[in-house]
């Protein structure tokens, strides 16, 4: 299927997008043979080094909860509260994903895992850049190569790239599915609890 591709639009450090992760996971190994799969990245929250005010912070960790009620079984760390100084800033993640993507292909999953395990499980800061580069290291990339690239404006370029694909789809939300087809794209609902429906949608529209 030429250009037949599902595309996912995410941001490393969604808390929505680490609670659809199982799912996410259950909707890939069921997607139809030749369908491919792309990520694509949204960016949440765009570069700052301004400390997160109070009121954001609280509305963030209502969101874990809320989230923890509507998806049983994910996990949050509530210590990253006050173990780290949070600020509202995905973007550097956003870039080490394209960076560990530009490293070594493999390294895109790996990467958006880890920045997510760091994030939600180990109360470590995504949005410093010494946190990224010692999580590049740990998944076995060069760290020196992974910083390079982290700073090379081609990664920025490309990051940025992505973000415009993803708001010509009116994707502004994350998680964001969309079933691309030669040039035409449909939505899929994302489901957090299930991948089946998803996969009927996908099927309709396939054979629509």
Do not use: K
Not at 7 to 15: E, G, K, N, T, V
Not at 25 to 48: I, N, Q, V
């Amino acid at each position: 299927m030429t250009q037949t591709r599902l595309l996912y639009i995410h941001d490393p450090m969604c808390s929505w997008c680490w609670g659809f992760r199982p799912v996410l996971m259950a909707l890939r190994e069921g997607l139809p043979h030749g369908l491919g799969f792309e990520r694509l990245l949204g960016g949440l929250a765009r570069d700052s080094d301004v400390p997160m005010g109070a009121e954001m912070r609280a509305y963030l960790q209502q969101t874990w909860h809320r989230i923890q009620e509507r998806i049983p079984g994910t996990r949050f760390n509530f210590d990253f509260w006050s173990q780290c100084e949070p600020r509202r800033s995905t973007w550097p993640a956003c870039r080490a994903v394209v960076a560990a993507r530009r490293c070594d292909p493999a390294g895109e999953e790996a990467m958006i895992l880890a920045i997510q395990q760091a994030y939600y499980l180990q109360a470590r800061n995504p949005s410093d850049q010494e946190t990224l580069v010692a999580l590049a290291g740990e998944i076995g990339l060069d760290q020196a190569r992974f910083h390079e690239l982290m700073v090379d404006p081609r990664t920025q370029a490309q990051f940025e790239q992505e973000m415009r694909r993803a708001h010509r789809m009116g994707a502004d939300s994350f998680p964001s599915l969309r079933l691309q087809v030669g040039e035409h794209t449909w939505p899929v609902a994302v489901d957090y609890g299930d991948a089946t429906p998803m996969l009927d949608d996908i099927e309709q529209l396939l054979n629509g």
